[in-house]
């Protein structure tokens, strides 16, 4: 049973920095594709960036000066580094894993990762 499971996340003041963690487990196959979601109340939920199998990776423009993501294949952990976070990245962040996309030239949408963690949420204040 493959498991995703996030961390890393909490409150922090606008400028902060924050790295987020997803562990992955129980997946039979060594490579795969993590994409990082958010949502916040009242909106849809949003792709964020993600890492291919082949370790490509994709940030959505309006924080791509901000934020990046990362694999460590040895600890099955991909990460999502957020600096000079503001609040409007307020959300509840989400990882999800792709067993089907390989090269990112952008962000997959939500309907290509079949496995999702349980969220951590983010809170930047003002």
């Known amino acids: 049973q493959v498991q995703l499971v996030e961390s890393g996340g909490g409150s922090v003041q606008a400028g902060g920095s924050l790295r987020l963690s997803c562990v992955v487990s129980?997946?039979?196959?060594?490579?795969?594709?993590i994409g990082w979601f958010r949502q916040s109340p009242g909106k849809e939920r949003e792709g964020v960036a993600a890492i291919g199998a082949d370790d490509s990776t994709f940030v959505i423009a309006s924080v791509r000066d901000r934020f990046s993501v990362s694999r460590d294949n040895a600890k099955n952990t991909v990460y999502l580094e957020m600096n000079d976070m503001k609040p409007e990245d307020t959300a509840v962040y989400f990882c999800?894993?792709?067993?089907?996309?390989?090269?990112?030239?952008?962000?997959?949408?939500?309907?290509?990762?079949?496995?999702w963690g349980q969220g951590t949420q983010v809170t930047v204040s003002s």
């Open positions: 129980g997946y039979r196959y060594s490579r795969y594709c």
């Open positions: 999800a894993l792709s067993g089907r996309v390989n090269n990112i030239m952008n962000m997959p949408g939500a309907v290509f990762f079949e496995s």
